[in-house]
């Protein structure tokens, strides 16, 4: 079955970076983009941005540019989300989660299990 | 950006109770419009897609509607394992926005 498996939580001191990693299976990984989700706690959903993974083609939002940089690896069909200079406002559960599209629409599905990441000192 | 708001921002309900949740886009976003559900401690699961595509799986009590800028999710006969958080999102342009979610639990 289709399934994103990402890696273990983290904790981190402030000003540290974090790289997440999302493992796809069941399906051909290069044909769908990978976007990033991130959810602090108690609070709501924020996009992060995408990668494509057959071209590499990033895009970020606007509030992660500079500090975010997502990346793959097509010959384990992993992707890959780094933050730098982390801060305690970073605390969150950070997701991937498979784009499908069709007639210009799209919509996740499916989403990794999270990762949690602890900004602490 | 296009901004996602959702009412109400939590309910009360009982097993078996229609229950009816509204998102609303700052601007028309046509059909670009999917629901998500989030269980405690779980990541969110699609519903429905484009604004009333009921996603494979999920059971047929749930329905969504709407266009342009007002969209509405719908359980029919709300059921135990439908306590939980729901999320609009809309795929019109990015950056992609979540609505705020709306909490349903048990009355």
Redesign the interface.
């Known amino acids: 079955q289709v399934q994103l498996v990402q890696s273990g939580a983290e904790v981190k001191n402030p000003g540290a970076s974090v790289k997440v990693s999302c493992k796809a299976s069941g399906y051909t990984f290069i044909a769908y983009y990978i976007?990033w989700v991130r959810q602090a706690p108690g609070q709501?959903?924020?996009?992060m941005g995408w990668i494509n993974p057959n071209s590499g083609g990033t895009?970020y939002?606007?509030k992660f540019q500079g500090r975010v940089t997502m990346t793959r690896d097509t010959s384990i069909s992993t992707a890959n989300m780094e933050l730098r200079g982390l801060r305690s406002g970073d605390t969150a559960v950070y997701?991937c989660?498979r784009l499908?599209a069709a007639?210009g629409?799209?919509?996740?599905?499916?989403?990794?299990?999270?990762t949690l990441v602890t900004v602490s000192s | 950006d296009i901004q996602m708001t959702q009412s109400p921002s939590s309910l009360s309900a009982s097993v078996g109770d229609r229950v009816t949740i509204t998102c609303r886009a700052s601007q028309s976003i046509s059909?670009?419009l999917?629901w998500?559900q989030q269980r405690p401690g779980k990541?969110?699961?699609?519903l429905i897609?484009?604004a009333s595509s009921l996603?494979s799986g999920v059971p047929s009590r749930f329905s969504g509607s709407g266009s342009g800028t007002d969209f509405t999710l719908t359980i029919s006969s709300l059921q135990p394992e439908d306590f939980a958080t729901y999320?609009c999102?809309q795929?019109y342009s990015?950056?992609?926005?979540?609505?705020?979610?709306t909490k349903v639990d048990i009355k």
């Open positions: 976007h709501g959903l924020e996009w895009n939002a606007l997701y989660a499908i007639d629409k799209g919509w996740f599905d499916p989403w990794g299990q999270g | 059909s670009y999917n998500y990541a969110p699961k699609l897609y484009s996603q999320y999102q795929s990015t950056p992609l926005t979540f609505g705020p979610g």
